[in-house]
């Protein structure tokens, strides 16, 4: 299988190599991120998107924009840092991933020894470190997550959730890849997920170039097909997990999740332990990002709608843990009730 790597350092280690996933499917083209502006221009603009990946590519992204100040005072440069983790924070708040990541390495620069070089390289070991881990977890994801699936089974998923919004496999494509590899055959429904098109942009694109066999749908034609056609299973990414298990994910998955429960289908969320948030009780607490309206009222640049109408347009909505059959992480199948105010790892 061919598997795509989303988020990796450049050849000289200085900077950020990504997959410029507003590109997809038409071009495969990579971009570096070496400048403060280039990383919170990547993140906001969705250049690099998913949960994990923005994490990691925040993480690294910092590190690459302290990169040539190796000679700073070390009191400057972590003060430098803090205010360039701020900037990046702030691009997608939603995601926990990404504050999760940064804090990581402003607290090993904050620990290391030494002059502000040694510093940075604390810091890059660190994001090396939460890259690494990510690789890890999504396996173990697709370790336990495999054990829902057999021959044949059909799959629902919404938005991207693979190899392009993680540092490895991904979360909820991640047992459909440990399937492939042991030779399990599943069949993938994909919500094309508007208003930017990522199930159908990325998702169909991933999974079709890894040889799975993979069928685009409109968002409002999933309740359908799950009544005419059937589907065993449906399996989530997600953004941020509340410590009741109410899952942020992007836009359109509480729509899935309610015609899931109508239907009988099993509706499973899949992320690593870093988009479980202890320190938010609920879903009600959790800030929903609002994106540009002209996202909605046009695709590729072409209007959909005319100029100047209102639209709505949060990036991501709250399915009530109520509706959530299973979730996985890296450290197993968790069931209701949902309790992880102890379930973070550092």
């Not at 332990?273 to 695709?299: F, M, Q």
């Not at 109520?322 to 973070?344: C, E, K, M, Q, W």
Request: net charge negative; glycine share 8%; aromatic share 4%.
């Amino acid at each position: 299988m061919k598997i795509i790597q989303s988020v990796r350092w450049t050849d000289d280690g200085l900077g950020v190599r990504i997959i410029d996933q507003r590109l997809l499917p038409a071009r495969l083209v990579e971009r570096e991120l070496r400048s403060l502006d280039d990383v919170t221009d990547a993140i906001r603009t969705l250049a690099v998107r998913g949960a994990p990946a923005i994490g990691i590519a925040g993480a690294m992204g910092l590190v690459a924009v302290l990169a040539p100040n190796a000679k700073q005072r070390r009191d400057t440069l972590l003060a430098d840092a803090r205010n360039a983790a701020d900037a990046i924070r702030a691009t997608r708040p939603t995601a926990v991933n990404l504050s999760w990541a940064l804090e990581r390495v402003l607290a090993r620069a904050s620990q290391a020894d030494g002059d502000s070089a040694a510093t940075i390289a604390a810091m890059r070991r660190e994001a090396t470190a939460i890259l690494d881990e990510d690789r890890e977890m999504c396996r173990r994801i697709g370790e336990h997550g495999v054990s829902l699936l057999r021959d044949g089974t059909r799959v629902l998923t919404h938005c991207n959730a693979g190899a392009l919004a993680t540092g490895g496999i991904g979360t909820a494509l991640a047992p459909i890849y440990v399937a492939a590899e042991r030779g399990i055959t599943v069949e993938v429904f994909v919500d094309e997920s508007r208003p930017l098109l990522q199930g159908s942009r990325l998702t169909a694109w991933e999974l079709t170039r890894a040889g799975i066999p993979v069928t685009v749908l409109t968002d409002g034609m999933a309740a359908s097909l799950m009544r005419e056609r059937g589907i065993d299973l449906c399996v989530v990414g997600a953004d941020r997990i509340a410590a009741n298990g109410d899952v942020a994910n992007k836009i359109g998955t509480y729509g899935l999740a309610i015609a899931a429960r109508y239907h009988d289908v099993p509706f499973v969320v899949a992320a690593p332990t870093s988009t479980l948030d202890p320190s938010t009780k609920t879903g009600e607490e959790i800030i929903i990002e609002e994106r540009g309206a002209d996202e909605v009222r046009c695709i590729g640049g072409v209007a959909t709608a005319p100029a100047g109408v209102d639209a709505y347009n949060p990036a991501f909505d709250v399915t009530p843990a109520s509706l959530v059959s299973t979730i996985i992480t890296d450290v197993g199948v968790h069931r209701p009730p949902y309790n992880f105010v102890s379930a973070r790892t550092s």
